[in-house]
């Protein structure tokens, strides 16, 4: 069957009265939520909590092969990475199509995807630790008032060590504040503004507005010749004042090489020095100069280097990292146009330099830098440096900072926790002691998902997804929890409060009833460089899959069997989980075990036996349900993590629509009636939900009552109540 093409006109007014029917205001789900950790640690010595691995050449556990059968209820894709093509022609250009994964010439589930799916469920139930876990520094705006403050520096490594020299120009330097007359770097004026500031719209004749719309005219540039930036050069400067008559600054007239070829071009009022050029490209709409980075020879208000410490350093080039993943998109969008990246196009503003040069990932001494500085100005100490006058920072404290310890990821191969020494351990640690051990080889192995004769249907018709968006983590409000493990209310809670904490592992929720076309399907069938079309998604089909497993005690043996069929919940299995694809049942239909005692001792027997479910359901999964009451305290269904699961991974117990915040979209123009932007636009949602005195956060998993509304940008709720 096709999917009807009926989306192409998402704004169409035979949807009205559907939508209107609604009682109260349109409420929605987001599609992910956490699923919270237990609080207690997992014990030791204990074979659910954290224990030596068995060796692998011994059989002291249970050793046998589950046979399980997986049913697709919504539907379900999964790439294969072979067979990608890519579109060439003009508006679809690197619009990239995929092809279900194939085994032996018919759709199946690769094994290694089944293996993820059923670890990360294990991994949840057993309290193990995050496996997969980007422990990173994440980045905030820094308050731009605070922009003055930063003094201009260039970092530099010498023989005794790294060092930041400060240049803080002829002002002398002010810890806390800015300096008190002329700004620290001199000014070049480079660009008229693809916005200009509110002073140069609002006294356009005024004197000095003039001046400054001469200098930024096309072809009266300060000319760079052959000058990049970081470059030692000179420059011809005078003092001068800004339009708001606040800002004193030196501007920089002509550049050059050399002190002799521009002393004799000398003016009445200026002068020259040496120092460094500074460019980081028109990167905001307002922006009109470039900087040059200098040193009053006589300056002696601060030390001219002070050191520049390994964490500050670490912190800036986490800082570099995380500017060039949050651009990447933007930047491979403008070379694949043909468009430059250093530059404005159209009333876009250019990319800052170090977005898009990799070797700026690490210092290497010579850089440019502005750094936040802490101390006395006799005695000033690095608290941060960035790469440009108003910048993001990084937290001080990174994301596992607030994960408690104990769920950090195993480091040590004689205690593993129960996730790692079943499905396998490699150490992340970069250095490893000489003759430590830095990996343990699972004792499950998963065979690929071969299809049931037919069960397979797939939509005949080629599927252009709607645009998939990247994790937020800095939405605080999403991804994080007070001390008392409440979401916050204030929006105040961030990575480096100290009461903050992360809320669990990000589930995407079964989609259930509530999946819908319109949510799955791009709007107006697109298909371009921002999403990507899916062929021979499966409407519905049953696989077969085994797990052989080796060397088990009978409580592991039980948690296994309940990560797989998880209380008849479903699993997300494949791409596209935000926009319901992917919720699959997984049903063990045979339990085997293999007594290596027998084969060997009779050798006309296989050794293998086949275990009644009454059997494997009373010895393993209770007895692993019984231990886990044990261990944690609570009935296992009533315990915290699995309370989630359930509440995020069966039919959704309120009825509203599934998917990522919106804006509201209005049919008719100033009307009353609105629904989600079929555009997306969740940028706009997050924007608006900062500006409410109060804002939203995400609800926990088991006390979603009740739904998200729809937020202009301006903070204002949509209710059409
Ligand atoms: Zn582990």
């Known amino acids: 069957m096709a999917v009807e093409q009926n989306t192409q006109n998402q704004v169409s007014t035979s949807e009205e009265p559907k939508t209107k029917e609604r009682k109260g205001p349109y409420r929605f789900l987001n599609p992910y939520n956490f699923v919270r950790y237990l609080e207690r640690e997992r014990p030791t010595d204990h074979n659910l909590g954290n224990c030596p691995p068995p060796p692998h050449?011994?059989?002291?556990?249970?050793?046998?092969?589950?046979?399980?059968?997986?049913?697709?209820?919504?539907?379900?894709?999964?790439?294969?990475?072979?067979?990608?093509r890519e579109l060439k022609d003009k508006e679809k250009e690197g619009h990239k199509i995929y092809r279900f994964f194939e085994y032996e010439g018919q759709p199946a589930l690769p094994a290694s995807s089944l293996r993820g799916m059923i670890r990360a469920i294990f991994e949840t139930a057993t309290n193990s630790c995050f496996a997969v876990f980007t422990n990173k520094r994440l980045s905030y705006h820094f308050d731009s008032r605070q922009a003055p403050w930063l003094v201009p520096a260039r970092v530099e490594k010498s023989a005794s060590g790294w060092l930041l020299r400060l240049l803080t120009g002829t002002a002398d330097l002010r810890i806390g504040t800015g300096p008190r007359d002329e700004q620290y770097a001199a000014w070049l004026f480079r660009y008229w503004p693809i916005k200009p500031s509110g002073t140069l719209v609002k006294e356009p004749q005024n004197r000095r507005t003039r001046l400054f719309k001469v200098r930024t005219k096309a072809g009266m540039e300060v000319k760079l010749r052959d000058l990049t930036h970081g470059k030692e050069c000179f420059a011809i400067m005078q003092l001068t004042e800004h339009p708001h008559p606040r800002i004193k600054f030196w501007d920089v007239v002509a550049l050059g090489n050399s002190r002799d070829e521009l002393e004799s071009n000398l003016r009445d009022g200026q002068v020259v020095k040496p120092g460094w050029l500074c460019l980081t490209n028109q990167n905001i709409e307002p922006k009109h100069s470039e900087r040059f980075f200098f040193r009053d020879q006589e300056d002696d208000s601060c030390p001219e280097t002070i050191s520049l410490d390994e964490p500050v350093r670490r912190a800036y080039e986490g800082l570099i990292s995380d500017y060039q993943e949050r651009h990447r998109d933007k930047v491979q969008n403008r070379s694949r146009q043909g468009q430059p990246i250093d530059k404005r196009v159209g009333d876009e503003p250019a990319l800052s330099r170090f977005v898009y040069r990799d070797e700026e990932r690490q210092l290497k001494g010579g850089e440019l830098v502005y750094a936040f500085l802490n101390g006395t100005s006799n005695n000033p100490q690095v608290e941060f440096i960035v790469p440009v006058s108003v910048p993001r920072v990084g937290y001080k404290r990174s994301i596992g900072d607030l994960l408690p310890p104990r769920l950090h990821r195993c480091n040590d191969a004689q205690t593993l926790c129960p996730a790692c020494r079943i499905f396998g351990w490699v150490s992340g640690e970069e250095k490893q002691a000489q003759g430590k051990q830095t990996a343990y080889a699972g004792r499950v192995r998963f065979s690929h998902g071969k299809p049931v004769a037919g069960t397979i249907e797939a939509f005949e018709t080629p599927i252009p997804l709607a645009i998939l968006s990247s994790p937020k983590p800095t939405t605080t409000n999403f991804y994080l929890v007070r001390g008392d493990g409440q979401p916050d209310r204030t929006g105040k809670l961030n990575y480096d409060d100290n009461q903050a904490r992360l809320r669990g592992r990000k589930v995407y929720r079964h989609h259930g009833q509530m999946l819908s076309e319109q949510e799955y399907v791009r709007s107006g069938w697109r298909e371009d460089d921002q999403n990507r079309t899916a062929s021979g998604v499966l409407k519905s089909g049953a696989f077969t899959f085994t797990v052989e497993f080796e060397n088990l005690a009978k409580e592991e043996v039980g948690a296994l069997l309940w990560a797989l069929e998880l209380e008849g919940w479903h699993h997300r299995l494949g791409f596209a989980k935000p926009l319901g694809f992917g919720s699959v049942l997984v049903k063990v239909e045979k339990v085997e075990i293999c007594d290596p005692g027998e084969r060997y001792a009779m050798l006309d027997t296989s050794g293998w036996r086949t275990i009644t479910e009454s059997v494997w359901r009373e010895r393993c999964?209770?007895?692993?349900?019984?231990?886990?009451?044990?261990?944690?305290?609570?009935?296992?269904?009533?315990?915290?993590?699995?309370?989630?699961?359930?509440?995020?991974?069966?039919?959704?117990?309120?009825?509203?629509?599934?998917?990522?915040?919106?804006?509201p979209y209005y049919v008719e123009p100033h009307g009353d009636f609105a629904k989600p932007n079929p555009e997306g636009m969740q940028f706009e949602w997050f924007v608006g939900n900062k500006r409410r005195p109060e804002p939203i956060p995400l609800p926990l998993a088991s006390k979603e009552e009740i739904g998200l509304p729809l937020l202009e940008k301006n903070g204002n709720e949509y209710s059409d109540s």
């Open 621 to 663: 999964v209770i007895s692993f349900k019984t231990k886990m009451k044990e261990l944690y305290g609570k009935d296992f269904l009533e315990l915290e993590n699995v309370k989630d699961l359930q509440a995020l991974l069966t039919e959704p117990s309120i009825g509203l629509p599934i998917h990522y915040p919106r804006p």
């Open 57 to 84: 050449d011994r059989y002291i556990g249970l050793t046998g092969r589950i046979t399980c059968r997986v049913d697709a209820k919504t539907p379900l894709f999964i790439s294969d990475s072979h067979a990608v």
